[in-house]
């Protein structure tokens, strides 16, 4: 089994930045590829970037590229999310995902944290 536990989510202003962690727990092999996805109230969960435990970068997704940047520390087993530039458009939900493979839809992870809510003002 893996846990997953997120962090580092708040309030802030448009241009503003965050740095989300999800620290896990659990078999490495399970955590293969570590994702975030985050879901705005009315809309569907969206995948927003994932990483291979090698530190393959497996995607970012287009609204994301050149703001967002996704690592890993394999010794923490932690993952991280830097998001800088911050657009009220980024305002979600944020979640961890952890899996064998990356995916860009949600179903592709089996392990899931709590959340965590980022909200941007302009």
Do not use: H
Not at 33 to 38: N, Q, T
């Amino acid at each position: 089994q893996v846990q997953l536990v997120e962090s580092g989510g708040g309030s802030v202003q448009a241009g503003g930045s965050l740095r989300l962690s999800c620290a896990a727990s659990g078999y490495a092999y399970l955590m293969n590829c570590m994702g975030w996805f985050r879901q705005a109230p009315g809309k569907e969960r969206e995948g927003v970037a994932a990483i291979y435990r090698n530190g393959g970068n497996f995607y970012y997704t287009d609204s994301v590229k050149g703001r967002f940047t996704i690592s890993r520390d394999n010794a923490l087993n932690t993952a991280y999310l830097q998001m800088n530039s911050l657009e009220p458009e980024d305002t979600a939900m944020y979640y961890c995902a952890a899996g064998a493979l990356c995916g860009r839809t949600w179903t592709t992870y089996t392990y899931w944290g709590q959340g965590t809510q980022v909200t941007v003002s302009s």
